[in-house]
């Protein structure tokens, strides 16, 4: 249901016109009861590319409004996706659309590298001694245990909460 939910949030947004709208990503931690419907498959947790994708459609449904727009927050994979409506949507949605279009193997590595600190950016994939501090990681996570890299993310989203 992420779609409506983005769509209708936009609505509602639409109407009251705030001053500020921050988004916040959610991760759910074994000690939490919507853990529970999770495992009984009754609630079905984004991947973070799905989580760009509602974020992205919630951006495109903001119409008519002048509000401050962040995704501050340390779980947010996107930070960089900031700014003032109506004027900067479109950064923001190119923000949004540059991570889209990254191969798997690419946004593997930002999302490692974002969730360790070491990027701030999409942009920061570009800077080689970033990238190759990160690709080493990634390299070590496949090598001890292949596919590894979705537990070894959770881990390092649950030490943020």
């Not at 951006?59 to 727009?69: A, Q, R, V, Y």
């Not at 996107?78 to 923001?92: A, N, R, T």
Request: net charge negative; charged share 35%; glycine share 6%.
């Amino acid at each position: 249901m992420w779609r409506e939910h983005a769509v209708e949030t936009a609505k509602v947004l639409n109407q009251i016109n705030p001053d500020f709208i921050r988004v916040r990503t959610l991760k759910v931690l074994g000690t939490m009861p919507l853990y529970k419907k999770m495992e009984k498959g009754e609630f079905t947790l984004l991947s973070d590319d799905e989580m760009v994708k509602e974020e992205r459609l919630l951006i495109e449904h903001l119409e008519g409004i002048t509000s401050t727009f962040v995704s501050d927050h340390i779980l947010n994979l996107l930070q960089e996706v900031e700014g003032k409506l109506p004027e900067e949507k479109d950064k923001m949605l190119n923000h949004i659309d540059r991570y889209l279009s990254l191969p798997k193997g690419e946004k593997d590595n930002f999302r490692l590298g974002r969730r360790a600190g070491i990027y701030q950016s999409v942009e920061d994939l570009a800077k080689p001694g970033l990238r190759n501090q990160v690709e080493k990681a990634l390299q070590q996570i496949e090598s001890e245990k292949p596919g590894g890299i979705e537990k070894v993310l959770s881990e390092i989203t649950e030490s943020f909460i």
